[in-house]
């Protein structure tokens, strides 16, 4: 399950990055 880990990822760094702006 390497998408799933990759999808998390990107996720996290989305909300981090909306917190950020």
Request: aromatic fraction near 0%.
């Amino acid at each position: 399950r390497i998408m799933g880990v990759g999808l998390n990822t990107i996720l996290r760094h989305l909300k981090n990055s909306g917190r950020s702006r």
